[in-house]
């Protein structure tokens, strides 16, 4: 089954402690982003990649690291993590190419900063 | 950079009648897709039609629709003969064409349907 798969889905953490959040998909996309949705506000793109080795800012990056080693996987990491990143996070997956573009998410993982 | 407004925090709406939502979108740009994602309790983004731009005919996914004004940066759903697993959170998004598969979110619009 095509899909995006995140883990964990649920994290309740404390200040400080860093923690990794992984994504993986399975349809060979190219491109893979996270996004953070909070109430009001939507969904906004944290961090994006075009491909291996190749990433880049979102629209809300700070506080976040992210890594393309390989093609199916785009781990979100809080080194520090802070309660004004507590939040629902999404991990998304497409393919590059015109008019086959529509993004697929992830289950989402809530993540509770204390 | 682009901006989406969904001006419905909360819509409701009877069983079986027709709501439409609505998402205006401010960008300079000529060539892009928009986009409407739901999202039911269970929180997965599920996409339920897209828009080229470029595309003077509204898309149509069975009781969805859209009515894409692109004079207006207007994109609206409409959802026909609403059913009981309708009701979700309504996302509308904006893609600028060749730049990345970014995504804008407007700040969605929650939907209940009621029986």
């Known amino acids: 089954e095509a899909q995006v798969t995140q883990n964990p889905r649920y994290l309740i953490t404390v200040t400080g402690k860093k923690l990794t959040v992984t994504c993986s998909q399975n349809?060979?996309?190219?491109?893979m982003s996270w996004y953070r949705q909070d109430p009001g506000l939507g969904l906004r793109q944290i961090y994006y990649s075009m491909n291996v080795e190749v990433t880049d800012k979102g629209d809300v990056p700070e506080g976040y690291k992210v890594s393309r080693k390989e093609k199916r996987n785009f781990p979100l990491i809080l080194e520090s993590p802070s309660p004004n990143q507590t939040s629902l996070y999404f991990c998304?997956?497409?393919?590059?190419?015109?008019?086959?573009?529509?993004?697929?998410f992830g289950p989402g993982t809530r993540l509770t900063v204390l | 950079a682009q901006t989406v407004t969904q001006s419905q925090p909360e819509m409701s709406v009877q069983e079986a009648e027709t709501v439409t939502l609505s998402c205006t979108y401010d960008?300079?740009?000529?060539?892009?897709?928009l986009f409407w994602y739901k999202q039911p309790p269970s929180r997965q983004m599920i996409l339920v039609i897209r828009?080229?731009?470029?595309?003077?005919q509204n898309a149509t996914e069975n009781r969805f629709s859209v009515n894409f004004q692109k004079a207006a940066k207007s994109f609206s759903l409409k959802i026909s003969d609403s059913q009981l697993g309708d009701t979700a959170m309504y996302f509308c998004a904006f893609m600028k064409h060749g730049a990345g598969n970014m995504l804008t979110f407007g700040g969605g619009t929650r939907l209940m349907v009621k029986p």
């Open positions: 828009q080229e731009a470029y595309k003077q």
């Open positions: 960008t300079s740009e000529n060539n892009y897709y």
């Open positions: 349809m060979n996309h190219e491109y």
């Open positions: 998304a997956s497409s393919l590059y190419q015109v008019g086959r573009n529509e993004q697929f």
